[in-house]
Nanobody, 117 residues
Framework: EVQLVDSGGGLVQPGGSLRLSCAASGFTFSVYPMYWVRQAPGKGLEWVSTINRSGSSTSYADSVKGRFTISRDNAKNTLYLQMNSLKPEDTAVYYC??????????RSQGTQVTVSS
């Protein structure tokens, strides 16, 4: 069974940092590109970042470029999202996702990130 379990969210002040983690199991993690997406209150899912299978290539939404860094450790079956210089508009539930945009899409339970003073 595919499982994605994320953690690391919380309440942080504007300008602060958080690191999200997503532990994957039930599939061969290293052969899948992985994604972080988020859902702000009252809005739909928004793509945040993508990382390829090896971790050698990444891409970001314009809204987070230069502030967020996606990475992965295939030996540990874990995906990460380092979030720096957080803004109130980054407040959302964050999900790690496999197969973003496909019927086979799987996502984690979500971790809440709240940026507020």
């Amino acid at each position: 069974e595919v499982q994605l379990v994320d953690s690391g969210g919380g309440l942080v002040q504007p300008g602060g940092s958080l690191r999200l983690s997503c532990a994957a199991s039930g599939f061969t993690f290293s052969v899948y590109p992985m994604y972080w997406v988020r859902q702000a209150p009252g809005k739909g899912l928004e793509w945040v970042s993508t990382i390829n299978r090896s971790g050698s290539s990444t891409s970001y939404a314009d809204s987070v470029k230069g502030r967020f860094t996606i990475s992965r450790d295939n030996a540990k079956n874990t995906l990460y999202l380092q979030m720096n210089s957080l803004k109130p508009e980054d407040t959302a539930v964050y999900y790690c996702v496999r197969d973003w945009g496909y019927q086979s899409m799987r996502r984690s339970q979500g971790t809440q990130v709240t940026v507020s003073s």
